[in-house]
């Protein structure tokens, strides 16, 4: 299974999480997943990005994509 595969399962479970500090959970375990994408880090958020729409666009009872979405959408425009 690949990196991002595995990346996308550990924020599924995020997404499902009813937890207060979700969103911080989510922004920090998405910086430590771009730290292994030195060099990289566009193509990584892009395809990272393409990722969460798919699983959001699953519409899976319980899960919550926006905090992963917007947070990866808004590093992306901050390299644009």
């Known amino acids: ?6 990346f996308v ?6 997404a499902q999480a009813n937890d ?14 771009l730290k292994g994408e030195r060099g990289t880090v566009g193509l990584s ?10 699983e959001d666009a699953e519409k899976r009872r319980g899960e919550d994509w926006s905090k992963a979405r917007d947070y990866v959408r808004s590093r ?3 390299l644009g």
């Open 20 to 33: 207060s500090n979700r969103a911080v959970l989510i922004e920090n375990a998405i910086n430590e997943y």
């Open 9 to 14: 399962e550990a924020l599924r479970v995020m």
């Open 76 to 78: 992306l425009r901050r």
């Open 1 to 6: 299974m690949d990196r991002l595969r595995r």
């Open 45 to 54: 958020l892009e395809r990272l990005c393409d990722a969460i729409d798919r």
